[in-house]
């Protein structure tokens, strides 16, 4: 199909037969769309999601293709709950070859969770991270590590302690810092995994703005409503031009080796300032891990210059 993700993303003659992909937040969306082109490519797929409901019936719909695929129900806000996800990962396979973390959204209303910390950013940066660095040692080699990050990262530079209140919680800031801390993180991981040479690559990206996604439901009422109806406005891409950005990203060989870099359009592009802070990367990663309680993955005494 020439409209497919696959075929956007000029991966469509991609054998992945054997390749085990995890696609986080693919029950809808550009993470449905993506899980159902890597079935449609050969891969075995396990899908992520709150909705068992809506996850088994993206199961179904790539079974239907002759692929293998599991549902893997976790919520990302409960550490617990991505910890019970990783756990279930290691005993379903034998290791990794993908990994997108997609999972995430835009919360109207601020409340901190069980880690004191901003719900947006635990969410869409806390379980992610907590969830790839757990993994790491479960990927194989030559393996992908994909984030989904935003363009709205730009205008917003790290804060650490804002996201531990919501005394002046603003939505658009809120998501567009988890963004900002993506791409910090995915930046941070391929320069670790370069100094520990580890062969796989981590890169992150921006979907493009696409009201099919359901997205736009966070927002409020009427920009809610005028963009969900705006497929025709310039910079509105499609569900399935959303998924090829992460196909894109998971799958072309012309990438294969590229690492550390933010991707839009399918192609390399540069992010903000603070997004290429290499300071902040590393204060963010070290946070990370101790907000979580775990030990700093990667243990670096600092970041590349």
Not at 73 to 82: I, K, S, T
Not at 175 to 192: G, M, P
Not at 204 to 227: D, E, K, N, Q, T
Not at 264 to 287: C, G, K
Request: hydrophobic fraction near 45%.
């Amino acid at each position: 199909m020439a409209d497919s993700p696959e075929a956007i993303a000029g991966v469509a003659d991609v054998d992945c037969s054997g390749k085990t992909v995890l696609i986080t937040g693919s029950t809808s969306g550009i993470g449905r769309a993506a899980a159902l082109a890597c079935g449609r490519m050969g891969a075995d797929v396990l899908v992520h999601g709150r909705d068992a409901a809506a996850g088994n019936a993206v199961v179904d719909e790539i079974e239907s293709t002759g692929a293998s695929a599991t549902f893997f129900q976790a919520d990302f806000a409960e550490v617990d709950a991505v910890e019970g996800l990783i756990s279930s990962v290691r005993k379903a396979t034998t290791g990794l070859d993908v990994l997108i973390n997609n999972a995430g959204g835009f919360f109207r209303s601020g409340e901190l969770t069980e880690l004191g910390v901003e719900y947006t950013f635990h969410v869409n940066h806390l379980s992610p991270y907590l969830l790839t660095t757990e993994l790491l040692d479960h990927c194989n080699d030559g393996a992908r590590i994909v984030t989904t990050a935003s363009g709205a990262h730009r205008g917003a530079s790290l804060d650490l302690d804002r996201i531990e209140s919501v005394d002046s919680y603003a939505a658009m800031w809120a998501y567009s810092h988890s963004k900002l801390a993506n791409i910090l993180f995915s930046s941070e991981l391929a320069w670790r995994l370069g100094e520990a040479d580890i062969e796989i690559t981590a890169n992150s990206l921006h979907p493009g703005a696409i009201p099919g996604s359901g997205f736009w439901r966070f927002l409020p009422g009427p920009l809610s409503r005028l963009v969900s109806g705006a497929g025709w406005l310039p910079g509105v891409t499609t569900v399935a031009d959303g998924a090829a950005e992460l196909l894109h990203a998971a799958f072309s060989p012309r990438i294969a080796s590229v690492s550390g870099r933010y991707f839009a359009s399918q192609r390399p592009q540069t992010p903000s300032e603070a997004a290429r802070d290499t300071d902040a990367a590393n204060r963010l990663w070290s946070y990370s891990a101790d907000v979580l309680d775990i030990p700093e993955p990667l243990a670096a005494e600092s970041t590349a210059e």
